[in-house]
């Protein structure tokens, strides 16, 4: 694995990307106070070509069965990409620019391509996939580990979904829609206005993290952290809906998160305003 680091910065923000280690986010710093837990697999990583858990690791493609590798048995999870070594096609002081070609054991060929883009207040993330050949289903999203405290109380997570996916004992949605239960969660959401929710570490800092797609995982059964994670269909969507990628029509998708300084974080060089 490649050992590159791109940093951007701007204002008192400072976000890592990973090219060598799945094209992954490694760190935001705000006012030097790290917001992502640390470590090779934490940070905030894509998941593409698809998102989640596909039961047993196998979706349909016209008349053809494909089998994934279960790396979260029974089922397979979070893609390839993440696994992957990117490609680095552009950096400048503020925006990163990366790919990553499809490989086995995904059976069509593609690209990724996803652009980090950072201002004072706001780290700006867009990902498309696009077809080399035959057309195949897909999906794209984004999993980050968010620190539950940054050294006062823990985030507080607030979201108005229109639906929570009823989520069966083999953690995929049942393809029944509920009102939204109490957590801790590992469950989607549909929010067909975008995704829009607020995570806020009290008296310390406010970040909100919206898309334009409709779909949302919240998982915080981890002591550490809690995981926000927008996504263009449900976990087993390749199965129950899949968006198509065609030769002339890339799937794409955005992520933005902005933050509000409540005032100082611990650790932090300065008082953020």
Known sequence: MSNEEITLTAGDA???VQPGNGGRIGGLRIGGTELLRQG??????????WCGRIRDGRFL???????????SPPHAIHGTVRDGAWRTARRTPDEAVITYDLVEPWPFPG?????VELTGDALTVTMAVEAHGDSFPAQIGWHPWFHRNLGGEDVTVDFTPAWQEERGDDHLPTGKRVDRTPGPWDDCFGMPG???VTLTWPGQLELKV?????????????EAAVCVEPQT????????????????EPLEATMTWTWTRLSGLPGGPRRLQ
């Open 14 to 16: 400072e976000v890592t």
């Open 210 to 222: 919206t898309s334009p797609e409709e779909w949302v995982v919240v998982y915080d059964e981890q």
């Open 194 to 196: 975008g995704v829009d």
């Open 61 to 71: 493609d016209g008349g053809t069965v494909h089998q994934m590798p279960l790396n």
């Open 40 to 49: 090779e697999r934490f940070g905030c990583f894509p998941m593409v070509p």
């Open 111 to 115: 690209r990724v391509t996803q652009a």
């Open 233 to 248: 269909g449900p976990p087993n969507g390749l199965n129950t809906l899949p968006r198509l990628v065609t030769p002339i």
